[in-house]
Nanobody, 123 residues
Framework: QVQLVESGGDSVQAGGSLTLSCRTSGHTPRSNCMAWFRQVPGQEREGIAWINFASVTDYADSVKGRFTISEDNTKTTLYLQMNNLTPEDTAMYYC?????????????????WGQGTQVTISS
């Protein structure tokens, strides 16, 4: 059974940077689509970045130009490099996996989720 475990969440000041990691275990090969989502209590889960089997990426407008999604050479660890963070980036961040060649930002398209890692940005 596939498991996803996020790490790297922290509390930093606005303008700072963080790198989140998501380690995949329990199944190979890599899924065709991996993504990062975030959620603020009381709000819907928001898709912010995805990467597909061909390493094509896409980003939500809210993070475009500041966040970078990538993976290691073994394709077992997913990363999210976050720069120029603002208080609006405060959320629980989740990685997710979809076994499809089509990536999306819709949470309902993803079957496997990590437990989340908290990011808190202070002004």
């Amino acid at each position: 059974q596939v498991q996803l475990v996020e790490s790297g969440g922290d509390s930093v000041q606005a303008g700072g940077s963080l790198t989140l990691s998501c380690r995949t275990s329990g199944h190979t090969p890599r899924s065709n689509c991996m993504a990062w989502f975030r959620q603020v209590p009381g709000q819907e889960r928001e898709g912010i970045a995805w990467i597909n089997f061909a390493s094509v990426t896409d980003y939500a407008d809210s993070v475009k130009g500041r966040f970078t999604i990538s993976e290691d050479n073994t394709k077992t660890t997913l990363y999210l490099q976050m720069n120029n963070l603002t208080p609006e980036d405060t959320a629980m961040y989740y990685c997710a996996r979809r076994d499809s060649i089509f990536c999306s930002f819709f949470p309902s398209d993803f079957r496997v989720w990590g437990q989340g890692t908290q990011v808190t940005i202070s002004s």
